[in-house]
């Protein structure tokens, strides 16, 4: 599904060159609920970057769907991530003067789809994620947590085959927390879709079935691992939230 092959990532800062990825070579295949991990600064920002198309490659290959990332013009690029990725931030990056409603519309506003259909869609994305009461809420209205969750709502509205989730408890309380790890499990188990987390939290990482460590620009361990069943968590009083 996504694929890099010795891939490096040099920027500019200052007359000096510093490398933040120094030949990195993985795979992640449709299904797979991922955990990237590592201190700070260690270049895993930068890979979920060039792993969600955000960005490009300094050098070597990274491919989504068997496309060359390198080998897209921006107009192809942003039609590739519409259709097939989702991110979800720490900082949610909602509009503030939009609704719910209108803030999970974007993505298919983008993709050209009719307004009816946009709407009764988002309706049903924010159903989905327990916030049908509050679509026409604007962020300023609504909690960390139901702000995540609107942010969630946003990136499974256009069918993702993989959703990029960055620190997505790292503004949130642990109640708020949990719930939203939740969504993302369930996401994954019942929908099928891809996650890859990006995250420093050892909590969060353990929701995911395989874990990367990034250290200095390299991967310094990729191990898989059981399957991890979290009865522990529980829905909110709008009930089941997939």
Do not use: W
Not at 80 to 95: K, P, S
Not at 113 to 137: I, Y
Not at 143 to 164: K, T, Y
């Amino acid at each position: 599904m996504i694929e890099t092959v010795d891939v490096t990532r040099t920027y500019r800062l200052g007359g000096v060159d510093v490398a933040a990825l120094r030949g990195v070579t993985l795979r992640l295949d449709a299904g797979e609920y991922v955990a990237v991990t590592g201190p700070s600064g260690s270049g895993k920002s930068t890979l979920m970057h060039l792993l969600g198309a955000l960005d490009r490659p300094t050098a070597g290959v990274v491919r989504i769907d068997d496309r060359d990332v390198s080998a897209l013009s921006d107009t192809e690029l942003a039609e590739l991530r519409n259709r097939t990725i989702g991110f979800v931030f720490q900082a949610f990056q909602l509009l503030p003067r939009f609704t719910a409603l209108e803030n999970v519309c974007l993505p298919l506003v983008y993709r050209g789809v009719r307004r009816a259909e946009r709407r009764q869609l988002a309706r049903e994305a924010l159903d989905a994620v327990g916030l049908t009461h509050r679509v026409d809420h604007r962020p300023n209205q609504l909690s960390g947590g139901e702000q995540q969750r609107v942010a969630i709502a946003r990136a499974l509205v256009g069918e993702p085959h993989v959703v990029f989730a960055d620190e997505p408890t790292g503004n949130l309380d642990s109640r708020s927390g949990a719930e939203v790890m939740g969504l993302l499990d369930r996401l994954n188990a019942e929908r099928g879709v891809a996650v890859v987390l990006v995250t420093h939290e050892l909590a969060v990482a353990e929701h995911a079935r395989r874990q990367i460590r990034v250290r200095d620009g390299l991967i310094e361990d990729d191990s898989g691992g059981p399957s991890r069943d979290h009865e522990g968590f529980q829905p909110d009083s709008d009930g089941d939230l997939l």
